[in-house]
């Protein structure tokens, strides 16, 4: 799986975890698994426990979330429950710890270009 992949091969590039990180993640509230992720890989939610996921706003507060979720739907409907084409991965980098992260590269998927070359 292109996901799995990604994890193990970009490993070696993360930054580790400060403890502050680590303390966000609430490991006490994460299952064995996703606290050995935690340690191992730097996120809880990968390889099994992965599940697709697109942050698209902040923390929203209870009485907004109707609302919001609406917005949502009607902005995004037509694309729940079907297959959704991936050709391009982004890489992003953290500048320093806290920044805003920035595109470095953005690497297309598929086999070999169509183009000639003699």
Do not use: C
Not at 35 to 61: A, C, I, Q, S
Not at 62 to 79: K, T, Y
């Amino acid at each position: 799986m292109l996901a799995d992949e990604t994890v193990r091969r970009f490993a070696p590039f993360r930054a580790p975890l400060s403890k502050a990180d680590i303390a966000r993640r609430k490991p006490e509230e994460l299952t064995e698994s996703g606290r050995r992720n935690l340690e191992t890989w730097g996120y809880p939610y990968v390889f099994d426990d992965f599940r697709f996921h697109m942050t698209l706003t902040g923390k929203v507060p209870a009485e907004q979330r109707p609302a919001m979720r609406e917005a949502l739907e009607e902005r995004f409907g037509a694309f729940i429950g079907k297959p959704l084409l991936v050709d391009t991965v982004a890489l992003f980098i953290e500048p320093q710890r806290g920044a805003p992260f920035t595109v470095h590269s953005l690497l297309p998927l598929g086999g070999t270009s169509k183009r000639k070359i003699s």
